[in-house]
């Protein structure tokens, strides 16, 4: 972790910040500020936060263990304050989340979705399967096509799938 923060799980008092911090990115699909309550309700084994030394949220990453995949952890958003970015929290973000995930049995995939042109979000998946030596396959997992809306602004999203992880 980057001096000065510490990684923890989120709790409910998180999710207002933590969606303060997913609005602020201007990159992320903004969810409602209700799911990042329940997010930190329900997924907190799965997720992460970053805290600055007063304890407040400066970045998190959530996840969650696919029901049909129960050993592949799924990577739903990252973000990171404006004022972190560039110390390498994202990627410490990542570490500790697998870390964290692999204390649990069987754990050996994750997956993420990253939009084209995310280079930001390729390197950062691209080197932590790169730190682990697994592979990274990449498909088409949703097609543009299939996002509601008619002003055709979502780009596809690319499924990153990494493994196999801690073996």
């Known amino acids: ?13 998180d999710g207002a910040a933590i969606w303060r911090i997913a609005r602020d990115s201007k990159v992320l699909d903004l969810n409602s500020s209700y799911s990042y309550l329940l997010w930190c309700r329900d997924f907190a084994a ?17 996840g969650y263990l696919r029901p049909d995949k129960p050993r592949t952890l799924v990577v739903w958003q990252v973000a990171v304050d404006h004022a972190q970015r560039g110390r390498g929290l994202a990627g410490a973000l990542l570490d500790g989340l697998a870390a964290k995930v692999a204390a649990r049995p069987g754990f050996d995939a994750l997956e993420t979705t990253i939009s084209p042109g995310n280079t930001a979000s390729e390197r950062l998946f691209t080197s ?9 396959e990449r498909t088409v997992l949703f097609d543009a096509a299939l996002f509601p809306g008619d002003d055709g602004g979502h780009e596809p999203e690319v499924l990153y799938d990494i493994a196999p992880l801690f073996r």
């Open 128 to 136: 932590f399967a790169e730190r682990h030596g697994a592979r990274v």
């Open 46 to 62: 799965t997720s992460v936060v970053a805290r600055d030394t007063g304890g407040e949220p400066v970045g998190f990453m959530t």
């Open 1 to 13: 972790m980057p001096e000065g923060l510490r990684l923890d799980s989120p709790d409910v008092a």
